[in-house]
Structures are given as C-alpha cells and as structure tokens.
C-alpha cells in the first residue's frame, strides 16, 4: 500500500533560533531523505510549492528512523532545498547571512557563499524555553534547473551556479526597483514557476516583478502594494494557471505572464502575514495570527471577470496560522494551528469549506 507524501522533508529543517550555548544540527533522517532516483525538493514547500510530493511513501513508517548524519549549522528560519546528492540552505553565522551547498549523503559542506551581513529588528529569540538563541535568515533557497537562487533578509537576490557555486548575478530590489522592505525585514522566498523566478518588494508599479532566472532581468512587473512575509504560490483555478501573493491589503492573483491582475480579495492585515495562501479547487485559504484569523473565498468567473467571494471567516482561536502553511488533503487542512504556543501548538485537522476543526 502507498500514500501520497504530504510533509516530507520534516526533518530536513534548520532550527528557528540556535540555542545560545550549543550549535544548531542540520539532521537527515532516512524517511526524510530525497535521492538522485527521487522528485526534486527545489523550492520553499516543495515541487508544487504546497507541502506535498508526487512521490509515494509507505503506510508503515519505522518507529525510529536512522540518522544518516548530523552536522553544525548556523542559525535560521528558512528550510533546505535538495535535488540529488546536494542539499541547499540559507544560514546565519558570524559574517552574515550564508548560502551554504552540502553533500546529500554526508553533510559535509561542498561550497558557500557569503550574500552579506543582516541586522534584525529584534523578536527572532522568541521561541520554547530551552530555544531562545537569536535570529537568522528567514528564506529558502530555490533551485531553478542548475541555478540556485538566494533571496537575502535585505531584499537582494543572488544567483549561483548550483554545482560550482559560481556567482551568476545579482539584483538589489530596494536600490534596482524602488522596494521597500517590511519589519523584521523580508522572509518570503523566490518562487519558480515554468522557467520564471516570481518575488514581490518591489516600488510603484513594480511590487511583483518577473525574473529570467539565468540573468536576473525583468520580464514583467505591476503593482503598487507592500509585501508580507509570506511566499507566493502559483496554481490552477478554473483552469488558469496563476500567481497569488498574500499582500498587506490581501490576496493578489496574477497572470504568470503579463503580471496584470486577475482577482483581489481585501483581508485584514496586522503586524506580520507568514503562512502562504492554500488552494483547494476554486477554494482560497488565508491565516494570520496577531487577532487576524482565517478567511475562505470563493473564486469564479463569468467571461473575462473574475470574483473572489468570502464564503468563510473564522477567529484567531481556533484557526491561526503564525508562520507554518497547513497542506490541503482531500478537502481537508493539516497543519500547526496556533499562535505563539511555541513547542505546545497543535496539529489539527480542519474541513473545508467552513473551517470546522475535526
């Protein structure tokens, strides 16, 4: 018997703050273990960029599964990228932020990158009580066929060659596109969908931005809003295919080619937005913490015009979703429900359409 995979990886994570007396461990675990024979992990939340694998994992897992290595990290809030024997992440250490390229198999380090130092607004020590060490980077590399792409806490791109870690290119959105960053500065990374690299920080008229990835020039580019923290998504709805960027007015969708706007949906926004939207058919999920709660639209589409309708709307308590994404399953989201229950969230299941905890 097989299951669909829907959050491998799970211990593939960098810790969200190093502990102050002990360096973090960056642990691979036999279940969580993509090979060169399996489906490519290239971007923040996978493949798809919604928690799940097409890859298919038995019903019995081991009880314990065998560690295959254990190595020294930095510090950070940002997960791996692995495709192969390489394995790719963003970490905190004395110089800066860091793009470090390590063996698969071995952990040992095959090159790094400097992508400059970071100065945090402060909070990133927040967490359990034995896990208060500091702050780090907040994004996740993303791997654009031999090109990996590192978006830096200050809102500056970088692209290296993914083997040699060669320097491709470099683009400052803040000094190149009139950006302006957010507090605790930027924390969504770099999404790649058919061949293009989609950010958001952008100025006016150039809040989304569409990158080749193997230069980093601009393709398109609209708008005139201000980011959160959280990483766009691309998916299908009504059968077109679309970019949505959870915004500080609320959610943006956008054709992947022109950039102009297909639908809006206003949604309430205080202090930081981390979790990305979820899509479940015509079905949009959306989650803050700090008092905001989750909201359920509907999308539909008559002609050329498109509306999104709010058909859900739900508290803070029960349905909160602070900085993890829940993955949507056969009408149903999985996923940490909660705001700052740091090591005492729990996990839930809730039925869509109408957010009913089961």
């Known amino acids: 018997m097989k299951i669909r995979a829907l959050i491998p990886l799970a211990a593939l994570t960098l810790s969200a703050a190093a502990n102050a007396a002990n360096a973090v461990t960056a642990t691979v675990a036999t279940t969580a273990t993509v090979s060169a024979a399996g489906v490519p992990w290239t971007q923040y939340?996978?493949?798809n960029g919604d928690g799940s694998t097409p890859e298919a994992l038995p019903a019995q897992w081991q009880a314990a599964p065998k560690v295959l290595w254990k190595v020294p990290a930095g510090t950070g809030f940002g997960s791996?990228?692995?495709s192969g024997a390489w394995c790719f992440a963003i970490e905190g250490?004395?110089?800066?932020?860091?793009?470090?390229?390590r063996d698969a198999a071995t952990g040992k380090d095959r090159w790094t990158a400097n992508l400059g130092p970071a100065k945090y607004d402060g909070g990133g020590g927040d967490g359990t009580s034995d896990n208060k060490g500091g702050d780090g980077p907040r994004s996740?590399?993303?791997?654009?066929?031999?090109?990996?792409?590192?978006?830096h806490s200050d809102l500056v791109l970088h692209a290296f060659d993914a083997v040699t870690g060669k320097p491709l290119w470099?683009?400052?959105l803040i000094k190149e596109n009139?950006?302006?960053n957010i507090r605790w500065q930027n924390a969504a990374s770099p999404l790649f969908e058919n061949g293009v690299l989609y950010?958001?920080?952008g100025g006016a008229g150039q809040t989304y931005l569409a990158l080749n990835p193997a230069t980093g020039a601009v393709l398109a580019k609209s708008g005139d809003g201000t980011i959160t923290h959280a990483t766009p998504i691309a998916t299908t709805i009504l059968g077109t295919r679309q970019i949505i960027f959870y915004m500080?007015?609320?959610?943006?969708s956008l054709d992947p080619k022109t950039l102009q706007q297909l639908w809006h949906a206003d949604f309430k926004y205080s202090i930081s937005t981390a979790a990305s939207p979820v899509v479940a058919g015509d079905y949009v999920y959306a989650s803050a913490g700090y008092g905001v709660g989750a909201v359920g639209f509907k999308i539909s589409k008559s002609d050329s015009a498109w509306k999104a309708e709010q058909v859900m709307r739900v508290p803070q308590k029960p349905l909160a979703n602070h900085w993890s994404t829940p993955v949507h399953f056969e009408g149903h989201l999985y996923g940490m429900f909660q705001f700052k229950e740091y090591g005492k969230g729990p996990v839930k299941a809730v039925k869509l359409p109408d957010g009913d905890i089961k």
């Open 140 to 151: 996740t590399p993303t791997l654009a066929g031999d090109i990996i792409v590192a978006m």
């Open 178 to 180: 009139a950006g302006h």
């Open 93 to 101: 250490k004395s110089e800066g932020e860091v793009l470090v390229a």
């Open 80 to 82: 791996f990228t692995v």
């Open 199 to 201: 950010v958001g920080g």
């Open 170 to 172: 470099k683009r400052d």
């Open 248 to 252: 500080q007015d609320g959610l943006t």
């Open 45 to 47: 939340r996978g493949p």
